[in-house]
C-alpha cells in the first residue's frame, strides 16, 4: 500500500506562525491545476503499482480550490494510481471556507475524511496569530459538516500560544471535546525563524511561555483526552477508537507516499525527493516538460534515526527484533546501551520485543529520540 499527498499552497493570508510554502498568488490556481496533473503524470512509476491506500490534501489552504479544481485532481489521479483501493481522503479546511454551499459541494466529491483547522477558541489569540475565523465561525463549521453527513471529522489546536495559561488550554480543550469530533491534534507552538511571530518574539512584542507551563499544559492535554476516551496513538494525535489518521499513521510506519506539488515532499524506502517551494518555479517546469525538485539518497544512519525518531513517537513503539533484522546487531546493541538509562528512569518501557515511552518519557520524548539517534 502506498499514499499520495496533495501540496495546495493557496492562502488568502499567512498565519503569524507558520513556515510550510504558501502563497497569495491566487490567480495562477488553473495553471497550478494543471501542473499538478502533468507532475501526477509524469510519476506515474514512483509508487512501482503499489495501491494507494491514503490521499491527502494538505497545505497552504486547499478549501481555497473549487469544485471544478478538485473534480479535475481526482479525474487524474484516478486514471493513473486508480482509488479503488483508497480508504481514506482527507481536505485540510478553514472554517472560514467551510459554507453551507462549500460543505455541501464537499459531499459530492470523494472525500471521507476532513481536518479543520481551529488552533485556538480564544478570540485574542486567534486575531494575534493571524487566523481568519472566529471561534463561533469554527463551532459552526464542525456542526456544519457533521449535519452534511461527514463522520470523520479532526481538528487541529495549538497550545504554548504566546502568554497563554493553563486556564485557557483547559477552556479550549473543553470546546473541542464538545464537538464530538473524532480526532484531534493538538501542537505546541514553535516559533519558527522569519515567521511574523517569531519576528514579534524578538522583539519582546511578546511572551513565550515558559518550560514548566509547557509542560503542564501538555500533562492536561494528555488527561483531558484519555478522560474522554481517545486514544493517545501519536505524540500529538488523538483518536476515537477505529479513528486513527490512517495516512500520518503510514508516515509513522515508512510507508512509500508521493508528494505532488510545490515544497511536497515523497519517500520510497530508500530516498526522499522535495519539490522547488516556489509555485511560479514549480508551474514553469512542468509547463516546460520537466520537475525541479531534489532527491537525497538515505544510508543506513539516516534510515536507522528515521525509524526510532517515527515509530518512537507512536504508542506502539518499535520492535527490537525488526531493528535487529533491518540494521543489523550493531545497531540494535547502540540503540538498547543508549535506552538502557532511560528505562532505569522509566522512561522507556520494554515489552518484551517492543521498546516504548512511558506516559512520563512522553513529556521528554525529544530529548530520549534524539539521544537514540546516530550522529
Known amino acids: 500500500m502506498a499514499g499520495i499527498y496533495i501540496h495546495v499552497p493557496f492562502c488568502k493570508t499567512r498565519c503569524a506562525y507558520c513556515d510550510f510554502y504558501s502563497t497569495t498568488l491566487s490567480e495562477l490556481k488553473p495553471r497550478y491545476v494543471e501542473a499538478l496533473c502533468q507532475e501526477l503524470s509524469m510519476r506515474?512509476?514512483?509508487?512501482?503499482?503499489?495501491?494507494?491506500?491514503?490521499?491527502?490534501?494538505?497545505?497552504?489552504?486547499?478549501?481555497?480550490?473549487?469544485?471544478?479544481?478538485f473534480q479535475k485532481i481526482f479525474t487524474c489521479i484516478d486514471n493513473i494510481y486508480s482509488l479503488k483501493a483508497c480508504q481514506e481522503i482527507t481536505i485540510e479546511a478553514n472554517?472560514?471556507?467551510?459554507?453551507?454551499?462549500?460543505?455541501?459541494?464537499?459531499?459530492?466529491?470523494?472525500?471521507?475524511?476532513?481536518?479543520?483547522?481551529?488552533?485556538?477558541?480564544?478570540?485574542?489569540?486567534?486575531?494575534?496569530?493571524?487566523?481568519?475565523?472566529?471561534?463561533?465561525?469554527?463551532?459552526e463549521a464542525v456542526h456544519r459538516c457533521q449535519q452534511q453527513g461527514f463522520t470523520n471529522i479532526s481538528i487541529d489546536l495549538i497550545y504554548g500560544l504566546p502568554s497563554e495559561t493553563p486556564e485557557q488550554?483547559?477552556?479550549?480543550?473543553?470546546?473541542?471535546?464538545?464537538?464530538?469530533?473524532?480526532?484531534?491534534?493538538?501542537?505546541?507552538?514553535?516559533y519558527e525563524q522569519g515567521t511574523r511571530l517569531w519576528q514579534m518574539l524578538q522583539k519582546h512584542e511578546i511572551a513565550e511561555v515558559d518550560e514548566d507551563t509547557s509542560v503542564e499544559l501538555f500533562r492536561i492535554l494528555c488527561e483531558e483526552m484519555r478522560q474522554a476516551g481517545y486514544e493517545h496513538?501519536?505524540?500529538?494525535?488523538f483518536a476515537l477508537p477505529g479513528y486513527r489518521s490512517r495516512h500520518n499513521s503510514a508516515y509513522w510506519h515508512e510507508v512509500p507516499y508521493l508528494g505532488a506539488g510545490p515544497g511536497a515532499h515523497s519517500f520510497d524506502g530508500e530516498?526522499?525527493?522535495?519539490?522547488?517551494?516556489?509555485?511560479?518555479?514549480?508551474?514553469?517546469?512542468?509547463?516546460?516538460?520537466r520537475r525541479d525538485f531534489e532527491r537525497e539518497t538515505?544510508?543506513?544512519?539516516?534510515?536507522?534515526?528515521?525509524?526510532?525518531?517515527?515509530?518512537?513517537?507512536?504508542?506502539?513503539?518499535?520492535?527490537?527484533?525488526?531493528?535487529?533484522?533491518?540494521?543489523?546487531?550493531?545497531?540494535?546493541?547502540?540503540?538498547?546501551?543508549?535506552?538502557?538509562?532511560?528505562?532505569?528512569?522509566?522512561?522507556?518501557?520494554?515489552?518484551?520485543?517492543?521498546?516504548?515511552?512511558?506516559?512520563?518519557?512522553?513529556?521528554?520524548?525529544?530529548?530520549?529520540?534524539?539521544?537514540l539517534m546516530k550522529v
Open 233 to 237: 496513538y501519536e505524540i500529538s494525535n
Open 298 to 371: 538515505l544510508d543506513k544512519d539516516t534510515q536507522y534515526n528515521e525509524f526510532i525518531m517515527t515509530r518512537l513517537r507512536t504508542c506502539e513503539g518499535f520492535s527490537l527484533k525488526t531493528l535487529q533484522q533491518r540494521f543489523g546487531t550493531t545497531y540494535h546493541d547502540y540503540c538498547l546501551l543508549l535506552a538502557t538509562p532511560y528505562m532505569k528512569r522509566g522512561w522507556l518501557l520494554q515489552k518484551d520485543d517492543t521498546l516504548q515511552l512511558s506516559p512520563e518519557g512522553i513529556f521528554v520524548s525529544d530529548d530520549i529520540i534524539s539521544d
Open 271 to 289: 530516498s526522499r525527493e522535495w519539490n522547488v517551494a516556489s509555485l511560479p518555479t514549480y508551474i514553469e517546469a512542468l509547463e516546460a516538460g
Open 44 to 69: 506515474y512509476n514512483y509508487l512501482h503499482n503499489e495501491p494507494i491506500n491514503t490521499l491527502y490534501f494538505g497545505g497552504g489552504t486547499p478549501s481555497q480550490l473549487s469544485e471544478t479544481d
Open 95 to 139: 472554517p472560514d471556507d467551510l459554507t453551507k454551499e462549500y460543505v455541501e459541494m464537499l459531499t459530492t466529491l470523494p472525500f471521507n475524511r476532513i481536518s479543520i483547522g481551529i488552533q485556538t477558541f480564544q478570540e485574542p489569540t486567534l486575531r494575534l496569530i493571524g487566523r481568519r475565523h472566529t471561534a463561533k465561525q469554527a463551532i
Open 169 to 190: 488550554w483547559f477552556q479550549d480543550l473543553q470546546m473541542a471535546l464538545s464537538l464530538g469530533v473524532q480526532h484531534i491534534s493538538a501542537y505546541h507552538l514553535t
